[in-house]
């Protein structure tokens, strides 16, 4: 009987399982590391998980798309999860209506301070106009990132990075950081990771109670539809 | 458990209907959101089988962000002239987006509370 070792490896990274089975496994060595570390912030599972794929997928030259195609089935599961949303949204529905006015200042301060410090550093130090442009919309959930971006003119795809990247670091920083500068409301700690991470924010926020989560989940489609609406239009003044 | 999930797909295509016919630029999932949200409302309650399967998925949601999330190593060409820019650009943006817009709200919801 002829073993044939060199075949194993192949027939592993090509099978179809494959993505799930290291998006599952680096996901719950995330968790591990996250809850024998007593909850560190740089643990967080999903930065784990991105970290630990990335390295994964460079090292054995597997391109991104053969992997996102593996593991799409994941990816679906965001639809009918951000709809679920509603659920924490009404469930503070009252909280919501009472504090209307308040959240509506915060959105257009905070919304406003988020994208356009990031815009600034950059024209400060010297990045393209491309790239600039491509920042605009980092604050916002990936597919409405996307259509912006095509529109004022940037490149999608390099949006798309900067919205991951922002989404992770809030993740990783965000709560030790409201904590440090003493935001203690639950609607203020939600609304802040709900404007400057979207989605991934509001996944952390979730965990840290229902009505941050709440909040979050608002100040993420507040944010995206403000920013759908408002950049576009500033783009056409300012360009 | 099923059921509420054929809920939130049902709500999601309708969302995705919507967003087509008005051509509006919110993806179909956020407008999916909306619509649960306002039958929520209207209905005045969270039937049991939807908060059954909310409660059971989404403290999953950041799994399910790991394959799209994975995707910023695909554009390194791209970032690599500017990265440093880059980094510190969404650095300070970071801080600033957090502090300002949680410090606002937090003042604005302590003030009128006292």
Redesign the interface.
């Known amino acids: 009987m002829n073993i044939d070792w060199v075949l194993a490896w192949p027939a592993i990274t090509n099978s179809p399982i494959f993505?799930m089975g290291i998006?599952?496994l680096?996901?719950e060595f995330g968790r591990f590391l996250y809850l024998k570390s007593g909850g560190f912030a740089l643990f967080?599972?999903?930065l784990v998980?991105?970290m630990v794929?990335?390295f994964v997928?460079?090292s054995m030259g597997i391109p991104?798309?053969v992997?996102?195609k593996q593991?799409?089935s994941?990816?679906l599961?965001?639809?009918?999860?951000?709809?679920?949303?509603?659920?924490?949204?009404?469930?503070n529905?009252k909280r919501i209506r009472q504090?209307l006015g308040?959240?509506l200042?915060?959105l257009i301060?905070?919304?406003t301070?988020?994208?356009g410090?990031?815009?600034l550093?950059?024209w400060i130090?010297?990045?393209?106009e491309d790239?600039i442009l491509s920042?605009a919309a980092?604050?916002v959930?990936?597919?409405?990132a996307i259509?912006?971006t095509e529109e004022i003119g940037g490149?999608p795809?390099?949006a798309?990075?900067?919205v991951?990247?922002?989404?992770?670091?809030?993740?990783a920083?965000?709560p030790w950081?409201?904590r440090l500068?003493?935001?203690?409301?639950p609607?203020?700690?939600g609304?802040?990771?709900g404007?400057?991470s979207h989605?991934?924010g509001?996944?952390?926020a979730?965990?840290m109670g229902d009505q941050v989560?709440a909040f979050s989940?608002l100040?993420m489609?507040l944010m995206?539809?403000a920013s759908?609406l408002a950049l576009p239009w500033l783009a056409q003044y300012f360009l | 458990m099923i059921r509420g999930f054929c809920i939130l797909i049902l709500f999601q295509l309708l969302g995705e209907a919507v967003v087509a016919m008005f051509h509006l630029i919110v993806p179909g999932q956020v407008m999916g959101m909306i619509l649960l949200l306002v039958v929520l409302i209207a209905w005045q309650d969270v039937p049991e089988f939807l908060d059954l399967t909310g409660r059971a998925l989404l403290p999953y949601l950041p799994l399910f962000l790991v394959p799209v999330s994975v995707g910023m190593f695909a554009y390194w060409d791209l970032i690599k002239r500017d990265f440093v820019a880059i980094v510190i650009s969404l650095l300070v943006s970071l801080f600033v987006s957090l502090a300002v817009t949680g410090l606002t709200l937090n003042a604005l919801v302590k003030a009128r509370s006292k």
């Open positions: 993505g998006t599952l680096s996901y967080q599972p999903i998980s991105v794929i990335g997928l460079m991104y798309d992997y996102f593991a799409e994941f990816h599961f965001l639809g009918p999860l951000t709809v679920a949303l509603a659920i924490p949204l009404y469930i529905i504090l308040r959240i200042v915060t301060v905070g919304g301070a988020s994208i410090s990031a815009m550093v950059l130090m010297g990045g393209s790239i920042m980092k604050s959930t990936t597919p409405i259509s912006i490149y795809s390099l798309v990075t900067f991951i990247a922002i989404g992770i670091l809030g993740v920083i965000g950081f409201l500068i003493g935001v203690t409301e609607s203020a700690k609304f802040a990771l404007i400057t989605a991934l509001t996944a952390k979730l965990e989560g989940a100040a489609g995206g539809i759908a």
